[in-house]
């Protein structure tokens, strides 16, 4: 089983699966994107409450979703580095970081911005919002840690061990508004139903796969420069790129 | 604040900081492959 996977890692072949699909995931992803975008701006009635403002609703929680998925991912990566030694997972994890970080500030800031009118705040220190910032401060830290060390293998080491040990955060980012009393709502959307009306809910994962096809040609083209600076030598390089 | 303006341009900044990570990851990988290039031609 393991052989079998690993046939398909090996990184020429990564790199030349991403140099197809980068682009037409990017295409898709952009095309995805303006399409929710006009639905969900123009389409969609106003809610009776929020009125316009609560349109933020189909960035905010899709940003949301990927900052946690993404750091899941690479909690796995590093514990599959550190158990199998893999260089694809440490490629992977590093290829992440990025991405991760651009997701959290996008749901910090838009949920700010979304905050004022709603809160009458755009920013209060209670446990969801707080415990998103310091997704965001593990974020930074895994990005200055990516340059901190002399060899590349005592890199991916400390990088898995700190995005494995990070990784407790996920739970009480997500559970934190049940365990607390915050001014962030709880889950809208659970396993037993929707509180948001089908009416404007079906945009939610048409904007969600957008952001995962712009996200994958990103954390694409990641891969394929972290698989160039493990090359080594030019000539390697060279038969990357020619095939 | 409240408006759909402010919306519009939260899509606008999420489009814009998107593209923009695209581009970056884009051109560190061309930067790295013109160097491996000019190393084998030297």
């Not at chain 1, 446990?127 to 200055?144: D, E, M, P, V």
């Not at chain 1, 840690?145 to 080491?157: A, G, P, V």
């Not at chain 1, 700190?162 to 659970?190: C, D, E, R, Y």
Request: aromatic residues 14%; neutral net charge.
């Amino acid at each position: 089983m393991y052989k079998y996977i690993a046939k398909y890692l090996l990184l020429p072949k990564v790199f030349r699966f991403f140099e197809v699909v980068v682009l037409p995931s990017l295409f898709l992803g952009l095309v995805g994107f303006f399409i929710c975008s006009y639905l969900a701006l123009f389409v969609l009635p106003a809610d009776a409450s929020q009125q316009e403002i609560y349109r933020i609703l189909f960035v905010h929680v899709p940003a949301a979703i990927f900052s946690e998925l993404i750091y899941i991912f690479m909690a796995c990566c590093g514990f599959i580095y550190l158990v199998w030694k893999t260089k694809i997972s440490a490629i992977m994890l590093r290829s992440s970081i990025s991405l991760g970080l651009v997701f959290t500030l996008i749901v910090l800031i838009s949920g700010a911005i979304w905050g004022k009118p709603t809160w009458g705040t755009y920013w209060v220190w209670d446990a969801r919002i707080t415990s998103t910032f310091i997704l965001l401060i593990q974020y930074i830290g895994l990005l200055a840690l990516r340059t901190s060390f002399n060899t590349m293998q005592t890199t991916d080491q400390i990088l898995s061990i700190v995005a494995i040990v990070g990784a407790i955060n996920i739970p009480i980012i997500k559970f934190s508004v049940n365990w607390w009393n915050t001014l962030h709502q709880n889950a809208s959307i659970t396993f037993s139903g929707s509180s948001i009306d089908a009416e404007m809910l079906y945009v939610l994962p048409l904007m969600l796969i957008s952001f995962g096809f712009i996200a994958f040609s990103i954390f694409g083209r990641n891969i394929q420069s972290e698989i160039i600076i493990r090359q080594g030598s030019s000539k390697k390089i060279g038969e990357l790129i020619n095939g | 604040m409240d408006s759909i303006e402010t919306v519009f341009y939260v899509y606008l900044g999420v489009l814009i900081t998107l593209s923009l990570l695209f581009l970056l990851a884009n051109r560190q990988l061309q930067n790295l492959i013109n160097e491996a290039k000019e190393d084998l031609d030297d």
